[in-house]
């Protein structure tokens, strides 16, 4: 099939978004797995002294020396836990992996983009509602919150391109 010249700018731009997606997805779980050491690296980062008192901290400082600590505590006494941060980097790896399918033929595997949009605005319920009953600070709440927001954006665009490309092909 011959395509139009837009149609080949609307294939370059769904595979390119599609990549970035599939890189930050893939990205952002992989960083669950060095959860020890990225603690200790954010408390750097807001000045906090290694093994720094969450009690002697407040806002923020208070909240990242707290999740530094318990961090620590439980790879000391219960290393078996990060098996769970392990098995959240995974289920990232495999959700990039089924954007493939998006890149490969995005008219007829739009239904990944809708899953993907699906699964951002959950964010908003999953951050907020267990969130607040595990006792994570408002503001860190927002923070996972934005994960959704920036997941969306893409897929929307995604969305948008696939939708019009999908219309030329009816078309033809």
């Known amino acids: 099939m011959d395509r139009s010249p837009r149609q ?3 294939l370059r731009r769904i595979r390119a978004m599609t990549a970035f997606f599939i890189v930050a997805l893939v990205g952002a779980g992989l960083t669950a797995i060095p959860i020890e050491w990225e603690s200790d690296l954010m408390a750097r980062a807001v000045g906090l002294a290694p093994g720094a008192d969450p009690g ?6 208070h909240w990242v020396a707290f999740v530094r600590e318990g961090i620590h ?3 000391a006494r219960y290393p078996f836990m990060a098996y769970g941060f392990d ?14 399918g998006v ?5 007829r595997n739009s239904w ?7 699964a951002c605005v959950l964010v908003f319920p999953m951050a907020l509602g267990f969130g607040h009953v595990r006792g994570i600070p408002w503001f860190w709440q927002l923070i996972d919150c934005s994960f959704g927001v920036f997941g969306f954006i893409p897929l929307w665009l ?6 019009e490309l999908q219309a030329f092909e009816k078309s033809a």
């Open 73 to 75: 505590e439980t790879a």
């Open 87 to 100: 098995w959240l980097a995974f289920s990232h790896v495999l959700l990039g992996i089924l954007f493939i």
């Open 56 to 61: 002697a901290c407040a806002g923020v400082l």
């Open 8 to 10: 080949g700018v609307l």
């Open 112 to 118: 990944i983009v809708t899953f993907g949009m699906m």
């Open 103 to 107: 890149w490969r033929d995005p008219v």
């Open 158 to 163: 995604l969305r948008r391109y696939t939708l």
